[in-house]
């Protein structure tokens, strides 16, 4: 992780990876995620974090921890309430401090996917970045059982500050044996563990 040489600002963020990748480990009991570095040359890094999400069970909150140990916690996201999803969610460090959130525009959502995201200062919104994959997602997850078959389609998310339509964060599905996100975080002031919070959130909560 880059750590920024000057003293941190409310704008700032403390910790900043510009490019970074997620794998999906797909078992019978859980889904695992592992945020993997992406080194100058596209090659992969060390592992930067680990999250698991227990398969059919209330998504209110999510941990992540140094590594597939599960010993040492370094950040989480949690549900502001447990019942109204809706309401958003809030991502804490690794001493229950919090460091941004996160919340799904479920209006604007019914055809296209659109997420708010917040880190310090930064407020940034995202969408789907094709139209008509998104509407396929949404038949897909209301065919009886088919909709618990993990997705078969390729979505890409962007992310923009609200302010100045800037590029914030990407989010881009690859093909593969499973599921691989690449991230890229084109704005310095958004923490990675915000950028790895809203990433895991965007394929383990789009059916919500």
Excluded: C
């Excluded at 970074?20 to 060390?46: H, V, W």
Aim: cysteine-free; overall charge positive; glycine content about 6%.
């Amino acid at each position: 992780m880059t750590v920024p040489p000057q003293g941190p600002s409310p704008d700032q963020a403390a910790m900043y990876v510009p490019a970074f990748s997620m794998k999906q480990r797909i078992t019978m009991m859980a889904n695992k995620y592992e945020l993997i570095a992406t080194n100058p040359d596209g090659s992969d890094g060390p592992v930067l974090a680990f999250a698991q999400q227990k398969r059919m069970a209330f998504k209110e909150q999510v941990t992540f921890y140094s590594d597939d140990t599960k010993s040492q916690p370094v950040f989480s996201f949690k549900a502001r309430k447990t019942i109204d999803l809706g309401s958003g969610y809030d991502v804490f460090d690794a001493n229950g401090q919090s460091i941004g959130w996160f919340k799904k525009e479920f209006g604007k959502s019914l055809l296209r996917s659109s997420w708010l995201l917040s880190s310090g200062h930064l407020h940034a919104s995202g969408t789907e970045r094709n139209p008509t994959v998104a509407i396929v997602r949404r038949v897909w997850e209301f065919v009886p059982f088919v909709g618990e078959i993990p997705l078969p389609f390729i979505f890409h998310f962007d992310f923009t500050e609200a302010e100045t339509a800037k590029p914030v964060l990407s989010v881009e599905r690859k093909v593969s044996v499973r599921d691989r996100y690449r991230i890229t975080v084109q704005d310095p002031r958004l923490d990675f563990r915000v950028a790895a919070a809203m990433t895991v959130a965007l394929d383990a909560l789009q059916s919500r």
